[in-house]
């Protein structure tokens, strides 16, 4: 049971690159999140899917989009990256309770 | 006005201090409350979590929800130096979709010194 993985762990973009960051789960969850994580912001909801075939907006959601495509991978990308989207981002799943599950985070630098 | 406020520290205690994280927030749909503890470079897991107000004991951790002054704390007692972590609080509302969606606290730093 590996959880919820993320791809990459680390990326470095230029400013008007675009890029997918990649998600999945395998403990048949019906919801999954996509968070960025700033220093002394906490973590903020970008967006999320309640079930397969829904998706909706987040704290967050500006310079996102997002697909759920199947149960297991949910997948966020950004269509021209800026220097303001540098950030930690967790993808985490859940069985619509109040506990996610986190995967290990890509660190991504936009310079 | 953020929903959730949390001192984000950063808290440096002795080896065997008791500690006490705390968060207030403002949304009286909040559901559960719970605590995230997240090591450095890692994803946050769950700690605790409590849906009424009261204590909730497990091993050297209590969490306390105070709904009427809507403040949260947890307390560790007998702290390690393992218990070094960010602290995370974080509360939950039901979307329109039937999704558990998380609000969370800026997250507390703490350090056990040996």
């Known amino acids: 049971n590996a959880g919820v993985t993320q791809t990459p762990k680390f990326q470095v973009l230029k400013t008007g690159q675009s890029m997918t960051l990649q998600c999945a789960q395998d403990?048949?969850?019906?919801?999954m999140y996509w968070y960025r994580q700033d220093p002394g912001m906490g973590l903020r909801l970008i967006y999320y899917s309640a079930s397969e075939g829904t998706t909706d907006k987040g704290e967050v959601p500006n310079g996102y989009n997002v697909s759920r495509l199947n149960k297991r991978e949910f997948s966020l990308r950004l269509e021209s990256a800026a220097p303001s989207q540098t950030s930690v981002y967790f993808c985490a799943s859940s069985h619509s309770s109040y506990e996610q599950y986190f995967g290990p985070g890509t660190r991504l630098t936009v310079t | 006005q953020k929903e959730v406020e949390q001192d984000p520290g950063p808290l440096s205690v002795p080896e065997g201090a008791i500690v006490s994280l705390n968060c207030t927030y403002s949304n009286s749909a909040f559901q559960y409350f719970m605590w995230y503890r997240q090591y450095s470079r890692k994803g946050p897991e769950l700690l605790m979590y409590?849906?009424?107000?009261g204590n909730k004991e497990d091993g050297r951790f209590t969490a306390q929800v105070d709904k009427s002054s809507k403040y949260i704390s947890l307390f560790i007692r007998d702290s390690q130096p393992s218990d070094s972590a960010t602290y995370l609080c974080?509360?939950?509302?039901?979307?329109?979709?039937?999704?558990?969606?998380?609000?969370f606290g800026q997250g507390t730093r703490l350090t056990i010194n040996p």
């Open positions: 974080a509360m939950s509302a039901v979307t329109g979709q039937g999704a558990q969606k998380l609000v």
């Open positions: 409590t849906y009424s107000s």
């Open positions: 403990m048949n969850h019906n919801s």
